[in-house]
């Protein structure tokens, strides 16, 4: 063996190391004792922990120390867990510190991260590797069997722990947003944890806590709302998920101020809270990426839905009235703006593009919220009554749209299932008015018999 080889083998080892060490100071939440000390820099002049490692090594680990050093304070404020957290900051600076490759400089391409795979090879900035952030995305559960695990490291040494630990600790830090930058770090990077997340049968140990910092997302950062969107976006891509947060039933959620909540599933409570995630950002922060993430993780979810919710789907059907008013006032100021003569044409020009952008824009997410009901009636009608109910309760919000060109395939399923549902009602003799248990009673009863005969079947966004 070379000597690069084996200074390659020994960085990699102690890269593993301290990832792993680090890891477990989270999940373990250890006290620094009283009389213990290792310091990173001796105060005797001999060397410290990180120089006693070597040179080479030494070299990569101080650089982000400084950065550390800066963001973390001396308070002994929450000091049984200081350790814990310091050692979470130390991690997520080395896992996302990346250096630029120099013009000049040649190095092998397996060691080269682009950091844009949409952009042409010779234009997009190209970085060297990050050991550290390798070292977490090769991470194994130390469930695997040793052999297993040793045979896959063809790169070196493998970072073990307890995945089970690991996904308990996150669930209960997760209302620190470095923890929740560590979970996106390992749901993004780490097919083995992600994996490992998705079979749980207790999702909400994570998502409760997601859910309920979206639900005050008044107090968050556009930036902290989007790392969460994106971590239920990556979750909400698999049909396991999607299936298993409709059958976990939670008992309540004691956060939720609007109104008692008890027993909905928690995939009822997902689309709840991403709807008024939805409108929140309609008010105040006005992210047309927000509103996509957040309508493509109910697009996600939309053909799995089960028993969703009489407030859920209530919440659906109200989201595509409220976006479908903004669009009729933004298609009426279009036209009296055309019609209009200004005396600045430049003027008009550019405020009847910006009307033109916003309008296509409600185009779009209109057309998303009917995807989302087309997919729940098309492939979950008869497990979802209360979103048969909702429809048929407000199907005068979709009359405007029957016959507009952007719209009207989208609608011909709904009215498909309008016309089924409106017969039944119409062939049903009844004395007095129609109540809403008398409704969902005949709703249930031609759920057992809908065959779907008329509908047409769309690709799953």
């Known amino acids: 063996m070379c000597i690069h080889s084996l200074m390659r083998l020994c960085f990699s080892s102690i890269v593993a190391s301290v990832v792993q060490k680090l890891l477990l100071n989270f999940v373990r939440r250890p006290q620094i004792p009283s009389n213990g000390s290792h310091p990173v820099f001796s105060d005797d002049g001999g060397p410290g922990v990180l120089q006693r490692v070597g040179s080479a090594a030494a070299n990569f680990v101080l650089l982000p120390y400084y950065t550390f050093n800066y963001f973390v304070s001396a308070s002994a404020e929450g000091a049984t867990s200081q350790l814990a957290d310091n050692s979470l900051l130390v991690l997520l600076i080395l896992i996302h510190y990346r250096k630029c490759i120099s013009m000049n400089e040649s190095i092998p391409t397996d060691s080269v991260y682009m950091s844009d795979s949409n952009t042409n090879v010779k234009d997009a900035p190209a970085f060297h590797e990050n050991p550290y952030c390798k ?9 695997f069997d040793h052999a297993d695990v040793e045979g896959n490291a063809q790169n070196g040494p493998v970072v073990r722990l307890s995945f089970a630990s690991l996904f308990d600790a996150l669930g209960t830090c997760l209302k620190d947003e470095s923890s929740v930058l560590l979970l996106y770090s390992l749901v993004h990077g780490n097919c083995d944890f992600q994996e490992y997340v998705l079979v749980r049968t207790d999702l909400d140990t994570l998502l409760m806590p997601i859910l309920e910092m979206l639900y005050n997302a008044s107090r968050k950062t556009s930036n902290q709302i989007y790392m969460l969107l994106i971590i239920l976006l990556i979750l909400s ?3 396991t998920f999607n299936a298993s947060v409709h059958k976990l039933v939670l008992p309540s959620v004691p956060w939720y101020q609007e109104r008692l909540m008890h027993q909905t599933s928690l995939g009822s409570l997902m689309v709840v809270v991403l709807i008024r995630t939805i409108k929140y950002n309609l008010s105040k922060l006005r992210d047309v990426y927000l509103h996509t993430n957040c309508l493509a993780i109910l697009a996600n979810m939309g053909p799995h839905a089960h028993r969703l919710s009489a407030y859920a789907s209530q919440r659906l059907v109200s989201l595509f009235d409220m976006l479908s008013r903004k669009y009729a006032k933004l298609a ?18 550019i405020i009847s593009d910006d009307t033109s952008t916003e309008l296509h824009i409600y185009t779009d997410f209109l057309r998303i919220v009917l995807e989302i009901i087309n997919a729940i009636l098309t492939y979950a009608l008869p497990r979802n009554p209360e979103v048969v109910y909702a429809v048929l309760h407000r199907q005068e919000v979709f009359q405007p749209f029957k016959n507009h060109p952007r719209f009207n395939e989208l609608l011909e399923n709904i009215y498909t299932v309008l016309d089924f549902f409106n017969s039944r009602m119409d062939m049903q003799q009844l004395d007095g008015e129609w109540s809403v248990d008398k ?5 249930n009863k031609n759920c057992r018999s809908w065959r779907g005969e008329g509908m047409k079947v769309r690709l799953v966004l």
């Open 332 to 349: 009426e100021l279009k036209n009296d703006k055309a019609l209009k003569v200004t005396s600045d044409q430049m003027e008009a020009d």
């Open 439 to 443: 409704v969902l009673e005949l709703i």
């Open 135 to 143: 070292a977490l995305n090769n991470a194994k559960d130390i469930q």
């Open 237 to 239: 891509q698999d049909s």
